[in-house]
C-alpha cells in the first residue's frame, strides 16, 4: 500500500492561498525550470533540479480532495493534469457532467470512505491529499502518512490557512532541501500519539 501524502506550497505566516483563494504568489519560485510532462498537452508542472518536488506527484495513483478544490480548479477542466482518479468528498450533489465516463468520482460519507475508494483507486500507489480542510481531517483521523511543505519566503497576511484551529498531530522533520526561493520540508506524522489520545478520550 502506498503513502498518504499532502503536498502545499505554504507563506511564512502560514497560508496556502490568498483571501482570494489565489495561490500564483506561493508558485513563482516553479517558474523557469525544467518541464515535466503531463497528460494534458497544455500543462506541464516544472521543478528547479534537486531542489523542486521532485517527482512526488508522479508516484500518485489517486488524489483525495474537497468539493471546494474540485469547485476552484473547475474540475480541472474534466481531468485532473496527474490523469489519475480524483476522489471528491462533498456534501452536495455531484455536477451534471460528472456522470459521464470521468476520472471524478464523488464521496458523501466522509474522508475515511473517501480514502477507501481511493486505496481502491490507487492500486498501491501513493495518495495524494488536496487541499487544507480535508488535510486536516485526514490527519486528525489517523489517515495522513506525511507532509510536504514547500516553504516560500513571502508574507500574505491572511487568506486559506494550511492550520486550522483544532488539534494537529506531532509532526516529525524527516528532509528539509533550500533551494531557489523555497524550502522544501518533509514531515511524517505521529500516528501512536493519535492512538494514545483516542484511547484516553
Known sequence: MGEVRAEFSMSLDGYVADSEHDISALYEWMVGAVDIDTSLDDMNYTEQGTTARTSRSHRSGAIVCGRRTFDLAQGWGGRHPLDVPVIVVTHREAPEWSHRPSPFTFVEEGVV????????????????????????????????????????????????????????????????????????????LRKEELERLESEG
Open 113 to 188: 470512505a473517501a480514502m477507501e475508494v481511493a486505496h481502491r483507486a490507487a492500486e498501491g500507489k501513493d495518495i495524494l491529499v488536496c487541499g487544507p480542510e480535508i488535510m486536516r481531517q485526514c490527519a486528525t483521523v489517523g489517515l495522513l502518512d506525511a507532509l510536504a511543505i514547500d516553504l516560500v519566503p513571502t508574507v500574505l497576511g491572511g487568506g486559506v490557512p494550511l492550520f486550522g484551529d483544532e488539534p494537529f498531530p506531532s509532526l516529525d522533520l524527516a528532509s528539509s532541501v533550500s533551494g531557489a526561493d523555497v524550502t522544501h520540508l518533509r514531515f511524517e
